[in-house]
């Protein structure tokens, strides 16, 4: 990202800094402000400058990417102290990027994220002590050694676990918060104390009311096309994209290939279909681009020795992944050779939810005219009631009021009004936002400490008019198709595929569908699941979406290297069934450890991936602990 940490703690400085050698991170700039000591890493692979000290004694630090009025390293940071005058907001117009940022200007400091906080910060104060950085792991372990102790958030392990994020501030520790993009940390240097303050939220609001769904997206296009020209004129042709059949990169490359940006393709093998493999070779056919693909595996058996060195070098982003190749695809893979890794989270802003697309009860509520909170918390628990709530070893419904209180407060703290105790229907994306803003940065984060990351939709002028855009619009990707189609429409001749389900393209009406048979196998999936006989003439019917384009990209699927890729889903079955046992038996051990009894392992009986996570994020607890105790 590299790392970045302020503390007005030397002996917490001077711990940090040691763990972060450890962790990889020796190439850095640490100074001491009037007793407050700042510390700045540079990325492991691709280092960009990310430090300015001025004569006057004032200094800008930045972790993650910052591409500021079209300008990046130390030109953007020589802009950014002059364009700063205490205003965050105004300055975050003109910056596009995932990034922390901190700024010294006389006898005061500020730190600051993007508005939709894509890097996460962290914070921590016991007494006169306070820490806060970028990266969860070396907080957590100084706040553990300070206090001798650090009480574990149940609530917030479970969202974590199970929902991918906990929403808001919260983090898996009490007291230790994450800094959000409507709040910064206020340093007085001479008292050297911290506080985080609140910002106003800005809405920004678009006036479409007289547009028409093609005017719309049209707009929506030059905005994005606008954002790939800043990109074209920092980082030129030096940009991969991670190529996928689905919409959201595809958005990217559209808007990539009109400005006349060759990026190169990144495919990870393991992570998606054999289509989507077929669909990014079909990209880089067709347009003459490099495809580099990698193996990504997504399950391992676990070794202590193995994730003792991942816990070391990544932190609690060891929970992200659970095999080698995930983490070295970042480290020594093609997605740090270049200078820009591009990637197409908040896409779905412009379409519907990302994984809850395909939710009929998404649709349902989405659709309402108005929906009360309890609907949404309803809506939103809906898959981990029925998942979690049998192994929940606290009370279900204590957990419930917990997660709606928190809904509420985020409503409330981006200013999304109720009439009547109910929200508007064309609010629904907007209350679901924190959510967006807590899952998506978690994989940009990871690759932002190898090289630059961002992605160009996570800006306030393309984020928030998404949040305009009808219920009917966003319907078979209407909206987000018509977009693409202004940003270079032949990427429309390459076949679709979004959550690992083949659609086809009506190009009268220019939206996607579900061909016939895969609706009505659908239908039968969501009538007979409980009996598994919808899935296996799912499965059945499967191979009809895509045809013979399909079949001739995927001849031969190893292009030349000498071996066929397995179906990751075959693979996923296979591991599931071998390693179920192997991390029950980790997580229950791991809970004993730690005098611990979050859920019962043994009990859960649906993904893997949630189950070998909870022992993932156990594992780091425990190692903050003994990282705590060590000294």
């Known amino acids: 990202m590299g790392r970045l940490t302020l503390t007005n703690n030397r002996e917490m400085h001077q711990w940090v800094l040691e763990r972060e050698k450890r962790a990889g991170f020796t190439d850095f700039d640490t100074v ?35 591409v500021y009025k079209n300008m990046l390293g130390v030109k953007a940071l020589e802009r950014l102290y002059q364009d700063f005058d205490g205003d965050i907001e105004r300055l975050r117009k003109d910056a596009m990027g995932s990034y922390l940022v901190a700024v010294k200007k006389g006898p005061s400091a500020w730190v600051f994220t993007d508005k939709y906080e894509s890097v996460f910060a962290y914070y921590h104060s016991s007494g006169n002590d306070w820490i806060v950085s970028n990266t969860l792991a070396p907080v957590a372990e100084v706040a553990c050694r300070k206090n001798k102790t650090l009480a574990v958030n149940e609530f917030a392990l479970l969202e974590e676990t199970f929902l991918i994020t906990a929403i808001g501030k919260e983090t898996i520790f009490e007291g230790i918060e994450r800094l959000t993009g409507v709040e910064y940390v206020s340093i007085d240097l001479k008292a050297r104390s911290m506080s985080v303050t609140p910002m106003p939220y800005q809405r920004v609001i678009t006036d479409e009311s007289d547009h028409t769904l093609d005017r719309m997206a049209a707009s929506f296009a030059g905005r994005l096309r606008a954002r790939a020209e800043s990109l074209r004129e920092a980082f030129g042709d ?9 919409m959201d990169n595809r958005l990217l490359l559209g808007a990539l290939l009109g400005v006349g ?123 981990f009631d029925q998942t979690v709530r049998p192994v929940m070893c606290s009370s279900y419904d204590a957990f419930r009021s917990h997660f709606r209180d928190k809904i509420a407060a985020c409503a409330d703290r981006f200013g999304v009004q109720r009439e009547n105790g109910l929200f508007r229907g064309d609010n629904f994306q907007i209350v679901y936002d924190p959510y967006v803003r807590g899952a998506h940065p978690k994989w940009g984060s990871l690759a932002n400490e190898t090289t630059c990351c961002l992605s160009p939709l996570n800006c306030d002028e393309m984020h928030e008019m998404a949040f305009e855009v009808p219920f ?19 990427i429309l001749e390459v076949p679709f595929i979004c959550h690992c389900q083949s659609l086809r393209l009506r190009k009268g009406s220019l939206e996607l569908r579900e061909p016939w048979l895969r609706k009505l196998a659908s239908g039968a999936v969501h009538r007979l699941d409980k009996s598994g006989i919808g899935r296996c003439v799912h499965k059945m019917l499967r191979p009809l979406h895509l045809g013979s384009k399909i079949e001739q990209a995927e001849t031969p699927l190893d292009r030349g290297q000498g071996r066929q890729y397995a179906d990751p889903s075959a693979e996923g079955r296979k591991a599931k069934e071998r390693e179920y046992p192997i991390f029950q038996s980790l997580v229950e051990a791991e809970q004993q450890r730690l005098g611990l009894r979050v859920i019962d392992p ?30």
């Open 32 to 66: 001491e402000l009037d007793g407050v000591f700042l510390a700045v890493h540079r990325k492991r692979r691709r280092p960009v400058p990310n430090f300015l000290r001025l004569p006057n004694g004032d200094l800008v630090a930045c972790a993650g990417t910052l």
């Open 238 to 246: 030096d940009i991969t994209i991670m190529a996928t059949g689905g």
């Open 261 to 383: 940006v060759k990026p190169t393709l990144a495919h990870a093998i393991g992570m998606q279909s054999l289509d989507d493999l077929a669909i990014a070779r079909m990209h880089a056919t067709t347009f003459g681009l490099e495809l580099r693909e990698f193996e990504w595996r997504p399950y391992h058996e676990p070794s202590e020795s193995l994730y003792d060195d991942l816990y070391r070098k990544h932190g609690f982003s060891l929970a992200m992944g659970l095999c080698k190749d995930f983490f070295t695809g970042f480290g020594e893979g093609p997605l740090g050779e270049r200078g820009l890794t591009v990637t197409g989270y908040y896409g779905e802003m412009i379409r519907k939810c990302g994984a809850l697309d395909h939710s009929r009860h998404w649709q349902e509520c989405f659709a309402r005219s108005h929906f009360s909170l309890d609907q949404f918390v309803d809506f939103f628990l809906a898959s």
């Open 472 to 490: 009917a619009w966003r319907q078979n990707e209407r909206f987000a198709l018509r977009v693409i189609k202004e940003l270079y429409p032949p």
């Open 602 to 631: 043994y009990a859960y009986r649906d993904m893997l991936f949630p189950l070998a996570k909870c022992w993932k994020l156990l594992y780091c607890i425990r190692k903050v602990r003994e990282a705590a105790a060590a000294g």
